[in-house]
């Protein structure tokens, strides 16, 4: 398929088959670990823990590496033939955001929910038991929970403020859990970038050069302060060419999650298909660049309150664009029950402005 003003790519999580001991790598080939190198003449070493780095890189991976966690999850695959399962097991990475237990993924390194088993790797010597308690599969998010005790916490940045140029350090498990927490370092080679999976539509993703690898998902992506900006979780079919979902992204579900113990949006009530999708499965050009269509509203939901019809393309919701279901995911987290808004829709090619209310 080809999407206008969208890059083909693969999710970067390791998956392998346990049966047989032989590893399979699902979405992913041609991988190079060429890594790009830059000075730090200009940067200022920063003192980390009892010894002094003698470059950023070091300060970063010894600050970070800590907080950086394995993720091997188990998932029961039911082949039509014969009536079989299989159990197939992926490899993934995640980092700790609180030290309560709570480990920040991708959404895809858990099987999008529908793991029967997640293990976290602390370290080589410690793995604990994980339970997925939210995911949202259009953001290619998860948190997982572990009981256990002496985590410690990545630090959040502030990915608003990155810019392109900026040194980038990503931090993994690259090819599964033998090669844990390697560090590889690069630039931010973009912002805002729109891509698409052979599953979702993704926006507003931070592109990087760092090396990201199969088993890569899910890991943190680092400024020089050793700060989280993004969350590693696609790579393009090409050398130097990854992408990381910003950690603001990510910060007030974390918070919903973890301090109000909400693990529900609210929900709009509407069915729909991104525009990039529709045309190229049907050629159509609705003379919009981008948005969603609807396909169908559910009886009294909000949607259908706010006189929503199928048909409609959504282009707006508040003051957010909407690209794609991914970018609806987003907006609605940031709404509470009470909270009211506008939805921008286009209809038999006129725009219109509707209120909401959740």
């Known amino acids: 398929m080809k999407f206008k003003s969208l890059i083909m790519v693969v999710l970067v999580a390791f998956f392998s088959s346990i049966c047989g001991g032989v590893f399979a790598l699902k979405y992913l080939n041609n991988y190079s670990a060429d890594n790009s190198s830059s000075s730090t003449s200009s940067i200022k070493v ?13 300060a970063v991976a010894e600050k970070a590496s800590p907080s950086v966690v394995g993720i091997v999850s188990e998932t029961v695959n039911q082949e039509s033939i014969f009536s079989s399962s299989q159990v197939v097991q992926g490899s993934g990475t995640g980092f700790v955001v609180d030290k309560r237990g709570y480990i920040l993924t991708n959404s895809h390194v858990v099987s999008d929910g529908q793991a029967k088993s997640v293990k976290v790797v602390i370290d080589k010597n410690k793995t604990v038991n994980g339970n997925v308690i939210w995911n949202d599969t259009s953001l290619d998010l998860a948190i997982v929970k572990v009981n256990t005790s002496g985590l410690t916490v990545a630090e959040l940045g502030d990915s608003d403020s990155v ?16 090669l844990m927490s ?58 130097n060419l990854g992408f990381s979902i910003p950690i603001n992204t990510a910060k007030n579900i974390l918070q919903r999650v973890i301090e109000d ?31 969603v269509i609807v396909k169908e509203t ?33 907006k609605l987290y940031s ?24």
Do not use: H
Not at 262 to 288: C, H, M, Q, R
């Open 46 to 58: 920063v003192e980390t823990g009892s010894t002094k780095a003698q470059n950023v890189y070091q």
């Open 163 to 178: 810019k392109v140029g900026d040194i980038a350090i990503a931090i993994g498990n690259p090819l599964g859990t033998e």
């Open 261 to 291: 113990n909400n693990y529900e949006k609210p929900l709009l009530g509407v069915t729909v298909i991104d525009i990039a999708t529709y045309k190229s499965y049907t050629g159509k050009d609705l003379g919009v660049e981008s948005g």
């Open 335 to 358: 709404y509470s029950k009470g909270s009211k808004d506008t939805i921008t829709i286009i209809r038999n090619g006129k725009e219109k402005t509707l209120n909401i209310e959740f």
């Open 298 to 330: 559910v009886s009294g939901s909000i949607a259908k309150k706010a006189g929503i019809e199928a048909g409609d393309i959504i282009v707006k919701i508040g003051d957010k664009e909407i690209k794609n279901r991914g970018d609806i995911s987003k």
């Open 182 to 239: 390697s560090v590889t370092q690069g630039i931010v080679s973009g912002l805002n970038r729109d891509v698409s999976t052979s599953s979702s539509n993704m926006s507003g993703l931070i592109q990087t050069d760092a090396s990201i690898n199969p088993g890569n998902s899910g890991g943190p992506l680092l400024n020089q302060q050793g700060q989280v900006i993004g969350i590693n979780t696609v790579k393009a079919n090409a050398d």
